[in-house]
Nanobody, 115 residues
């Protein structure tokens, strides 16, 4: 059973930066696609960025040029570098691991951006 543990959330002012981490347990981390999603109060969970097993990345338009997703397969860790944070980035950020057979989610980490 896969466990995903996020960390790195916190409170920052507008224009600040944070780096989120997602550490995975289990084997075959490198064979899975990974992603970051977020959910703001009263809103549905939305895609932030994904990174495939071969390293291809995809970003939501709202974060392009500000956020960078990357992974370290040796450490079984995925990251999200968030720069130029804005109040609208405030949300709980979730880590997701997925393949054709299974989807796993982390418990989430809160990011709060004040103006």
């Amino acid at each position: 059973q896969v466990q995903l543990v996020e960390s790195g959330g916190g409170s920052v002012q507008s224009g600040g930066s944070l780096r989120l981490s997602c550490v995975a347990s289990g084997r075959m981390f490198s064979l899975n696609d990974m992603g970051w999603y977020r959910q703001a109060p009263g809103k549905e969970r939305e895609l932030v960025a994904t990174i495939s097993s071969d390293g291809s990345t995809n970003y939501a338009d709202s974060v392009k040029g500000r956020f960078t997703i990357f992974r370290d397969n040796v450490k079984k860790t995925m990251y999200l570098q968030m720069n130029s944070l804005q109040p609208e980035d405030t949300a709980v950020y979730y880590c997701k691991m997925f393949n054709l057979l299974r989807v796993s989610w982390g418990q989430g980490t809160q990011v709060t951006v004040s103006s």
